[in-house]
């Protein structure tokens, strides 16, 4: 049996920059996904990530994506986004 992945979207049909857009929490965020973004993030900007927790790479919160992502997460979890919100990077609504 074989299976193939589904065709890459194209963002600018889906999203547009201050859209919203959830991405799953603790190991279902899909990081393929995000990183695919990532890579086609040309003018984008202002996008809020929102997640439960994200468990292990939260690339979205390095600083080379402050203008790209906003993230507002329910439960502030790992080094990387404890010290994103310490610096005020984000906007965690529901801090817990």
Same mark, same amino acid.
């Given at each position: 049996m074989t299976f193939s992945l589904p065709q890459a979207p194209q963002w600018s049909s889906l999203i547009k920059s201050g859209c919203?857009?959830?991405?799953?929490?603790?190991?279902?965020?899909? #990081?393929?996904?995000?990183? #695919?973004?990532?890579?086609?993030?040309?003018?984008?900007?202002?996008?809020?990530?929102? #997640?439960?927790?994200?468990?292990g790479d939260t690339r979205w919160v390095k600083e080379e994506y402050k203008n790209l992502f906003k993230a507002n997460t329910f439960f502030i979890g790992g080094e990387a986004m404890r010290k994103a919100v310490d610096e005020g990077g984000l906007y965690p609504r529901f801090p817990v």
């Open positions: 919203r857009v959830f991405v799953g929490g603790n190991a279902s965020v899909p #990081h393929a996904l995000v990183q #695919h973004l990532i890579d086609n993030s040309e003018g984008f900007s202002d996008i809020e990530l929102v #997640h439960m927790l994200a468990l």
